[in-house]
C-alpha cells in the first residue's frame, strides 16, 4: 500500500478494503509465482549442498593421490633413556644401532666472580662497542649493567645475557649461547674502549688469534671489502684507530688503521705498502670467501704464524685477535656419538642428517655404552586415516542424497530432489566409481618383470609426432611408475605414458598433435626399451607396448571397503592393515597412480562440479536462472499492481471529493430553506 488514505469519510466507503480486494485478483499470479520461486529456491540450496558433499569426496580423494600418505613411518628406540626418534615418510625401514659419548652443550660465560658489581641499576659510565657474533652492541656511559644485558640479549647474535645477584647486594653479568656446540661465541671490543675488561668478562693482555689461517690470520667477516668500517659496524663513538704491528721471522712492520676512513681494502693496501717499504715478505689482501662475504687475511709470507700487537682494540675489533673469557662456567662442546659403530659428530643434540628421515634427540651421555637399537618400520596410520576421511565424505554424500531425494509413505511426503538430474547424476557416477579396479603393474619392481629377467638400466630416446625428442635417463627409477612418472614429466616432448587395459604394459600416447611419426628408440646400444616393451616406430598417436608383467587389478573390495545395502561404504581397518601390510608399494599405486583410485574420483567429481561443463553446475544455473525468470516477472505484476492501487486511490479521493462538495451545497441550500421558512411566518 503506497500513500496516506483515510477510508470514506463522506461516503462511509471501507476504501482499503474495496481497493485490497479489486487488486487481489490482479496479484494473484505474483503469489503462485513467489511460491514456485521459494520451491525453486529451495532446490537450489539442496543442490548447492549436494555440490558441496561432493566437493568434500574430491578433497579426501586428493588426500589419497599423495603419496606421502602410504610413505607413513614410525620409528623406536629401544633405549629412550640416551635417544628419542621420529621418523617422516622419507625414511627407509631398517634397524641401527646407536651410543652417545658426549651431549653437545651451549658456551656460557661469566663476569669475574672476584670483581662483582654492588649495582644493576647503576649507570657504569662506560662508552663503545663490542662485537657479539659478528653483531655491534653500542654502549652508552648511561647504561646500567641490566641494560648491557638487554641490549646483548635484543641484538640478535643468538646469545642471551642475564644480570645474576650471586649474593646480597653482589651481581655478575652472564651471556650464554642459544645453540651448542664447539664454535660458542665471539666476544670482541669493537670500539676503542675496553668495555669487556670494564665489564670483568675479558682478561687485559690475554690476546691471541682468533682465526688461524696457513702461515697467518683472518678477521671476522664482513658485508663490505669497500665500506669504512665504522659504517660497517655501526659504531656510534669510541671509533678504533691507531698502529697495528705484524711481526714474521725476518722482522716486523708497523701500520696506521684509521676505521673511521678505511675499508678492507684500505688495509690491506696500507699493510702491503708499509712490507713493500720494508722489504718484508708479509702480505694482506680483502678476500670474498662466499658471495658478499668478505674477510682480511694478513700472511707472514715466510711459513711462520705472524705476531700481531695493536692498539686501541683495533685487530680486535676486525675479529683478528680475541681475549680470554675471565670466567668460562661452561664450554661449548659438540655432541659425539655412534651409529651402527660409525663415530658422528654434531653440533647440536637433534640430528636429522645421518639417517634419511629420522630425527633423533640425544638425551643423555651417562652411560657411553649403552646401545639403543632404533628400528623404522612402515606404519600404515596415515594410510588408514586418509581412506576413513573417503569413507565419511562418501557416506555423508551418500546419506545427504537419499534424505533429499526419498519418498515418505508415512507422511506422503517426497524429498525436495526426488527424480531431480541432479541426483540422478551424482549416483550414477559414485557408483561407478566404486566399481572401478585398477591394475598394480606400476608398482611392480623392474626387476620383477619380464618373468625375473628384469629391466636394463639405461635410457631411451622418444620422439613425438611433431618432431621433439628427448633422451630420458631410466636408471634411477625402481618400479614402472617410477619409469612413467620420468616420461611424463619431460617437457620437452608432448606424450603420456599410461599402462594398457590389460595391466600387462604400458602405452605410449603422443599428444602433441603432429603428423610424423612417434619413435622410440635405445640409447648407447642399450636394451631398456625393449625391456620396456615399447621399442618401435608408429605413425598414428598411440605406441601399444608388450607384455611385461602380469595383470592383476586391486579394487576397494579388495583392501577392505565395501559397500552396504543402503549404498553407504563400510571399512574393515584390519582388512586393510593386512594388505597394506603385505604389498604397501601395490595400495599405495592403486590410489596414487596415474588412472589410479584417486585420479578416477577426481576426474569423476569434476565432471559433476566444473565450474563450465559440471553437470551439478549446470543444475544450480538452471534453477538460478528460473528464479530470476520468476523473481522478474512477480517484479512486474507488483509494479503494475502498483500502479493500478495508486489509480484507484486517487479515483477514490476525487470521489470523497465530489461528495465533500455536494454536501457543502446541500447543506447551504437546507439553510437557505429553514431562513426562508422562517421569515415567512
Not at 126 to 132: D, K, N
Not at 475 to 502: F, G, K, P, T
Given at each position: ?205 690475554s690476546e691471541s688469534i682468533a682465526n688461524s689461517i696457513t702461515a697467518g690470520a683472518a ?237 636394463a638400466s639405461g635410457s631411451i630416446q622418444i620422439t613425438d609426432r611433431s618432431g621433439n ?126 588412472g589410479g583410485f584417486s585420479d578416477q574420483a577426481e576426474k569423476t567429481i569434476d565432471q ?74
Open positions: 500500500m503506497s500513500g496516506f488514505a483515510i477510508d470514506g469519510l463522506i461516503s462511509n466507503l471501507n476504501t482499503t478494503e474495496i481497493i485490497e480486494a479489486l487488486l487481489f485478483s490482479q496479484r494473484a499470479p505474483a503469489v503462485r509465482l513467489e511460491n514456485r520461486r521459494t520451491a525453486t529456491t529451495n532446490k537450489l540450496s539442496a543442490v548447492q549442498g549436494l555440490s558441496g558433499n561432493v566437493l568434500a569426496v574430491r578433497v579426501a580423494a586428493e588426500g589419497l593421490g599423495n603419496a606421502d600418505t602410504f610413505r607413513g613411518r614410525s620409528a623406536n628406540s629401544t633405549n629412550s633413556n640416551i635417544v628419542a626418534v621420529s621418523a617422516s615418510s622419507a625414511a627407509e625401514p631398517g634397524a641401527f644401532t646407536l651410543s652417545v659419548q658426549q651431549l653437545a652443550t651451549a658456551l656460557q660465560i661469566s663476569s669475574d666472580p672476584n670483581n662483582t658489581f654492588t649495582s644493576q641499576t647503576t649507570a657504569l659510565g662506560l662508552e663503545g662497542a663490542i662485537r657479539v657474533n659478528n653483531s655491534t652492541v653500542n654502549i652508552r656511559s648511561t647504561d646500567t649493567l641490566r641494560d648491557i644485558a638487554s641490549r646483548i640479549s635484543n641484538a640478535g647474535a643468538g646469545v642471551s645475557a642475564n644480570v645474576l645477584e650471586v649474593s646480597q647486594g653482589q651481581f655478575r653479568l652472564s651471556i650464554r649461547s642459544l645453540s651448542t656446540g664447539a664454535d660458542g661465541f665471539t666476544l670482541v671490543n669493537a670500539g676503542s674502549s675496553n668495555i669487556l675488561e670494564s665489564l670483568h668478562l675479558a682478561q687485559a693482555g678477521s671476522s667477516r664482513f658485508s663490505s671489502r669497500t665500506q669504512a668500517l665504522q659504517g660497517l659496524l655501526g659504531l656510534q663513538s669510541n671509533v678504533p684507530s691507531g698502529s697495528i704491528s705484524i711481526a714474521n721471522g725476518a722482522g716486523s712492520i708497523n701500520v696506521n688503521v684509521d676505521f673511521s676512513t678505511q675499508s678492507l681494502n684500505d688495509i690491506a693496501a696500507e699493510i702491503n705498502s708499509a712490507a713493500l717499504t720494508a722489504g718484508s715478505s708479509i702480505t694482506a689482501s680483502a678476500v670474498e670467501v662466499e658471495t658478499g662475504s668478505f674477510r682480511l687475511e694478513i700472511n707472514s709470507g715466510d711459513g711462520s704464524t705472524p705476531v700481531l700487537t695493536d692498539a686501541n682494540n683495533v685487530l680486535e675489533a676486525l675479529g683478528v685477535l680475541e681475549t680470554s673469557f675471565t670466567q668460562v662456567d661452561q664450554s661449548g662442546q659438540n655432541s659425539l656419538f655412534k651409529v651402527n659403530g660409525i663415530d658422528i659428530i654434531r653440533s647440536s643434540n637433534t640430528v636429522t642428517d645421518v639417517i634419511s628421515g629420522v630425527t633423533m634427540t640425544l638425551l643423555s651421555d651417562d652411560t657411553p655404552d649403552a646401545i639403543s637399537t632404533i628400528t623404522v618400520q612402515s606404519d600404515s596410520k596415515s594410510a588408514v586415516d586418509a581412506v576413513k576421511a573417503f569413507v565419511s565424505a562418501y557416506n555423508a554424500t551418500k546419506t545427504f542424497a537419499q534424505q533429499n531425494a526419498s519418498y515418505n509413505a508415512e507422511t506422503q511426503r517426497a524429498g525436495i530432489l526426488l527424480g531431480d538430474s541432479a541426483i540422478l547424476s551424482v549416483e550414477s557416477s559414485l557408483s561407478g566409481l566404486l566399481s572401478r579396479s585398477v591394475s598394480t603393474l606400476p608398482s611392480t619392481l623392474l626387476s620383477n618383470l619380464n618373468n625375473g629377467g628384469g629391466v625428442t628427448a633422451t630420458i635417463d631410466l636408471s634411477s627409477a625402481d618400479n614402472l611408475q617410477e619409469v612413467m612418472d620420468l616420461i611424463n614429466l619431460d617437457s620437452s616432448i608432448e606424450v603420456e605414458a599410461a599402462v594398457n587395459r590389460s595391466g600387462t604394459g604400458i602405452n605410449i600416447r603422443d599428444t602433441s598433435g603432429g603428423s610424423g611419426s612417434l619413435a622410440i628408440a635405445e640409447v648407447g646400444g642399450g636394451t631398456t626399451a625393449a625391456d620396456l616393451g615399447i621399442l618401435g616406430t608408429t605413425g598414428s598417436s598411440l605406441l601399444e607396448g608388450s607384455a611385461i608383467g602380469t595383470s592383476e587389478f586391486l579394487s576397494l573390495g579388495q583392501i577392505g571397503i565395501t559397500v552396504n545395502t543402503n549404498g553407504t561404504l563400510s571399512f574393515n581397518e584390519t582388512e586393510f592393515g593386512k594388505v597394506f601390510a603385505a604389498k604397501p608399494d601395490a595400495i599405495q599405486a592403486f590410489f596414487t597412480q596415474k559433476l562440479t566444473g565450474s563450465i561443463s559440471g553437470s551439478l553446475t549446470i543444475r544450480a544455473k538452471s534453477l538460478q536462472d528460473t528464479i530470476n525468470s520468476y523473481t522478474k516477472t512477480i517484479t512486474g505484476i507488483e509494479e503494475r499492481a502498483k500502479i493500478a492501487e495508486e489509480r484507484l486511490r486517487r479515483q477514490f479521493s476525487a470521489l470523497e471529493k465530489s461528495l465533500s462538495q455536494m454536501q457543502q451545497q446541500s447543506d447551504y441550500l437546507a439553510g437557505q430553506i429553514n431562513q426562508w421558512v422562517a421569515n415567512s411566518r
